[in-house]
């Protein structure tokens, strides 16, 4: 891997060589807007797992009822999906949304320079989740770090915004539970592979996002 290609993407604010980054982190972490931010300056392709399979689903009714019934597909099915999409990357990817356990990782087989951790205390996510408000028609979420403009209204069609049901903390609580027992064995993965950058997700998205890129900075040429 060239190193000195790698490092000007900073500098010119676009890759050479193509960087291929998972990012991680649990829901309210602000892990999609990351992602996109990312995509965006380094001019790589957001991949999101959870779109992917709903396109899919749209093809494939079993697969269907298996997402509206809250199941997580088996790694046979969203694996193959994952790869194909990356493999067409050709400037690089940020991939989120998989691989949910170590069973995926491994099975992912694709090369990786960095996998960015989220990091967030749960007390955090549940005040930001429970704060949360969403699009009833677009489906885009606000909250206290990014509110919307005018009050109750959206700013992208400018629908109602409500609270979700399942925003409530009792389910965040389960939601954050089940989330750590798979992740911890995913990152303990990643960290043995010296691949691992934990980054504070708490703040404004843009101080998240400057984080964020000065963990993956390659190291100053001596
Ligand atoms: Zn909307």
Partial sequence: MNILKKQSFLGSQRSETPLQIIIMGPQGSGKGTQAEMLAR??????????????????????????????????PEIVIPLVRKNLMECRK????????????????????????????IPDKKVIERLSSRLQCMECRAIYGKDMPPKVQGKCDKCGSELRHRDDDNPETIRKRLKVFHEETEKVMKY???????????????????????LKAIKPPARL
Wanted: net charge negative; with cysteine.
């Fill in 41 to 74: 300056e380094l001019g790589i392709r957001h991949v999101c797992t959870g779109d992917l399979l709903r396109e899919m689903a749209q093809k494939d009714a079993k697969i269907k009822e298996a997402i509206d019934r809250g199941e997580l597909l088996p």
């Fill in 92 to 119: 690089g990817f940020v991939l989120d949304g998989a691989p949910r356990n170590t069973e995926q990782a491994q099975m992912l087989g694709i090369h990786i320079d960095h996998v960015i951790y989220l990091d």
């Fill in 190 to 212: 990643y960290e043995r592979k010296r691949l691992l950058r934990k980054v504070d997700a708490s703040g404004k998205p843009e101080e998240v996002f400057e984080r964020i």
